[in-house]
């Protein structure tokens, strides 16, 4: 892969977002120190540094792509309420042994499991004991 100026930019804004940006949160952020900058640049860019294995893409049904700079086999968490999309902490045995038990078939596993994060759950619970208080 060819340096690029834009490219080192847009990684950068990838790991300095360690939130899981989408692409138009990074070209936001990436504008703001090169005003030229294009929001195709940055998919294009995005796009260059998912095939080289530098970014990960994190894909969502029905929300926009996210990227992400930690490159080892971990889950993430799609929260229903908030929209953030957050590292999950799994025993990966698992799924790590199915992984190399086929290394001339599988090559990679993304999974993104759908729910409510950690902070939604408890705001909920905080506002569930309150009415129930209430009451």
């Not at 900058?37 to 893409?57: I, M, P, Q, W």
Request: glycine residues 6%.
């Amino acid at each position: 892969m060819r340096y690029s100026k834009q490219r080192e930019l847009v990684m950068q804004q990838v790991e300095a977002l360690s939130d899981h940006p989408t692409a138009e949160e990074i070209y936001q952020h990436a504008r703001q120190e090169c005003p030229g900058l294009s929001l195709g640049t940055v998919y294009r860019n995005l796009n260059s540094l998912v095939e080289a294995g530098r970014v990960r893409r994190v894909s969502v049904p029905g929300q926009p792509d996210r990227f992400d700079h930690t490159l080892s086999w971990h889950s993430h968490l799609y929260c229903t309420r908030c929209g953030q999309v957050s590292d999950l902490a799994l025993g990966d045995d698992v799924m790590r042994r199915l992984m190399d038990s086929q290394p001339e078939r599988i090559a990679d596993c993304v999974l993104t499991w759908i729910g409510v994060c950690e902070n939604c759950a408890k705001k909920e619970k905080a506002r569930s004991e309150a009415l129930q208080a209430a009451l």
